[in-house]
Every structure is written in structure tokens, then in C-alpha cells.
């Protein structure tokens, strides 16, 4: 499965619509500073988001998990995500597969949808933790029942080759053909590959 989210995932709350489409980094920057030394966690994430992006300011992985980890602690699901997948990746922190759970899963569970896809792929690769196709899949199908292609893809393929569910053709083509509806061009050819094998026909 193996596909990867790109980070980090910014606020998109109404009173940071205007900062984040302003080109003028400096104001920007100095805006987000402000309301970040306040408390706000929106305002923390998008700093952390500029730092890791190297948008405004100079690229600084340490500097970008700061602002995240003040971010996360005070809820924000977004920060929790980056927070996580970077501590999954030992990014500006030392790797550390119990951190990045932990941060993932609170994110997961307020809705986060990477968090739930990179969720689904931890258990389906049982990086840092046991194998398990049943967490896998269920953290998949949060995602996909989102309107993540990756997600949909996946569940595809556990389907197709019933891995933590009976194998069932049917369900492979629907979760592909959702995947393909969003230009994903692995199901896209999945979907055509079970044709060809006369799989799943209606």
C-alpha cells in the first residue's frame, strides 16, 4: 500500500482565510506570531506550517515542531497529525513510533483524515506496531468514507485480495471506482485488470 499524505495539513479557519492567501510573508508571519505568543492554536499551527515549509522564514524543522506541539496540546487536531507523522519519521525530532501514535490517534479520533490514513497504513505495514489488517482497515475505512482516494484504493485492494475481510469482488470495484472518480490512476487500472479477468462483473 505504502502511499504516503504530504504535510503538513494548515488551518483553514475563517479568521486565517486572509493570512494564508496573502503573498506579503513578512505581515503574514508577523500576524501568526502575535496571535501564536496569545494562545491561539490555529495561529500556532500555521506558523509551524510556515517554518516546516520554509514559506516566509527560513526551513526549520525544530522551530515548525514547536509551534505544532503547542498547537496539539491544546486540542487542535491538525497540529496533532503533523505532530505525529513527524515524530513516525524521526523529522526535527528523534524518531519514536509511541509519540507518533499516540498523536495520531488523538487526531484520528477528532476526525483528521491523515491522521486515519496514516493510521490504517501503521497497522497495515505494522510500523512500530504489531500487523493488525483489522485496525488497518478500519482506520482505512474512516478515511475513505471521507473521500480519501488513497484510502478507497486501499480498502480496494483488501477486498480484492481479502486481506482482514473475505475476499469479495464487488466491494474491491466499489472502493475502486470511487478511488478512480477522483483521478487516482492505480485503481483506475485495478479496476480495468478485474475486468479483464472477468472479476466483479455486474
Known amino acids: 500500500m505504502a502511499k504516503t499524505h504530504n504535510l503538513p495539513t494548515p488551518a483553514k479557519s475563517d479568521d486565517l482565510k486572509d493570512d494564508l492567501a496573502d503573498c506579503d510573508y513578512a505581515k503574514t508571519l508577523q500576524n501568526f506570531k502575535l496571535r501564536a505568543k496569545q494562545g491561539n492554536a490555529d ?28 498547537a496539539a496540546k491544546q486540542g487542535n487536531a491538525h497540529a496533532q497529525c503533523n505532530l505525529g507523522t513527524m515524530y513516525s519519521r524521526g523529522q526535527g525530532v528523534p524518531q519514536d513510533d509511541q ?3 499516540k498523536w495520531l490517534h488523538l487526531a484520528a479520533d477528532q476526525g ?6 496514516n493510521l490504517g497504513e501503521v ?23 471521507q473521500g480519501d482516494a488513497d484510502a478507497q484504493y486501499n480498502l480496494g485492494t483488501m477486498y480484492a485480495n481479502g486481506q482482514g475481510v473475505p ?7 466499489k472502493w475502486y471506482r470511487l ?3 477522483q483521478g487516482d490512476e492505480e485503481a483506475q487500472a485495478a479496476i480495468d485488470a478485474m475486468y479483464a479477468e472477468g472479476r466483479g462483473a455486474d
Open 112 to 117: 483528521e483524515v491523515i491522521a486515519q490514513y
Open 167 to 173: 475476499q469479495d469482488d464487488k466491494a474491491a470495484l
Open 123 to 145: 497497522y497495515a505495514e505494522g510500523l512500530g506496531v504489531p500487523q493488525n489488517e483489522q485496525e488497518a482497515l478500519k482506520y482505512f475505512l474512516l478515511a475513505a468514507k
Open 179 to 181: 478511488a478512480a472518480a
Open 43 to 70: 495561529a500556532q499551527l500555521n506558523l509551524g506550517v510556515m517554518y516546516f515549509n520554509g514559506k516566509g522564514v527560513a526551513q526549520n524543522d525544530r522551530v515548525a515542531l514547536k509551534w505544532f506541539k503547542l
Open 99 to 101: 509519540e507518533a501514535l
